[in-house]
């Protein structure tokens, strides 16, 4: 059983709120269990945690290739990382965008979203969205902040050891799909 959020009044009305996920062998559970229905949302805010702890793009690229989900991004500079690193299933799409178009059930094949470096209001919004008008798409979020309106979120933890349990759980994920 995992935590439960405790900013009441962070969570809209409802009973539906996140719950917090300890173990991030569990993280790599769920999203082996999803596998070829994951998309990957980064955000710009991404940056201020590379500023910090190292390259996390490429970090999240590895992850998507281990789980073959497309990485949707509407910045310029994750495009160019991206392509940098010679990673090319991204779409350049506003996440706004994207998520109006999985409630509105114009893509289907999506059954997990992931959310990493979106703002914290926006992510909020745009879970918050989802939560409500797709309720059978789950949601995670691997910020090192958590996030009430997710399915799933991580602990509040400093970026250094946030990016230590990344990387475990990039690692996990990778060892777990090289079996199957």
């Given at each position: 059983?995992?935590?439960?959020?405790?900013l009441?009044?962070?969570?809209?009305?409802?009973?539906?709120?996140?719950?917090?996920i300890?173990?991030?062998s569990?993280v790599a559970?769920i999203i082996?269990?999803?596998?070829?229905?994951?998309?990957?949302?980064i955000?710009?805010?991404?940056?201020?945690?590379?500023?910090?702890v190292?390259?996390?793009v490429s970090?999240?690229?590895?992850?998507?290739?281990?789980?073959n989900?497309p990485?949707?991004?509407?910045?310029s500079?994750?495009?160019?990382?991206?392509?940098?690193?010679?990673?090319?299933?991204y779409?350049i799409?506003?996440?706004l965008?994207?998520?109006?178009?999985?409630?509105?059930g114009?893509?289907?094949?999506?059954?997990?979203?992931?959310?990493?470096?979106h703002r914290?209001?926006?992510?909020?919004?745009?879970?918050?969205?989802i939560k409500?008008?797709?309720?059978?798409?789950?949601?995670?979020?691997?910020?090192?902040y958590?996030?009430?309106?997710?399915?799933?979120?991580?602990p509040?933890?400093?970026?250094?050891?946030?990016?230590k349990?990344?990387?475990?759980?990039?690692?996990?994920?990778?060892?777990s799909t090289?079996?199957?």
């Open positions: 059983m995992g935590l439960e959020y405790w009441k009044g962070d969570i809209p009305p409802g009973p539906i709120k996140a719950t917090v300890t173990d991030i569990r559970e082996k269990k999803n596998i070829g229905q994951i998309a990957i949302f955000g710009p805010a991404i940056k201020d945690v590379e500023d910090t190292g390259d996390v970090r999240i690229a590895e992850l998507s290739i281990a789980i989900a990485i949707i991004t509407s910045d500079n994750i495009v160019k990382k991206l392509t940098d690193i010679g990673f090319k299933n779409i799409l506003f996440p965008e994207m998520v109006r178009k999985i409630s509105r114009e893509l289907k094949q999506y059954r997990l979203l992931i959310f990493i470096g914290y209001a926006y992510q909020w919004l745009l879970l918050n969205h409500h008008y797709r309720p059978d798409i789950q949601t995670l979020s691997l910020d090192p958590p996030q009430p309106n997710a399915t799933w979120t991580l509040p933890l400093p970026l250094n050891i946030w990016y349990n990344f990387v475990q759980l990039i690692e996990l994920v990778k060892a090289a079996k199957a």
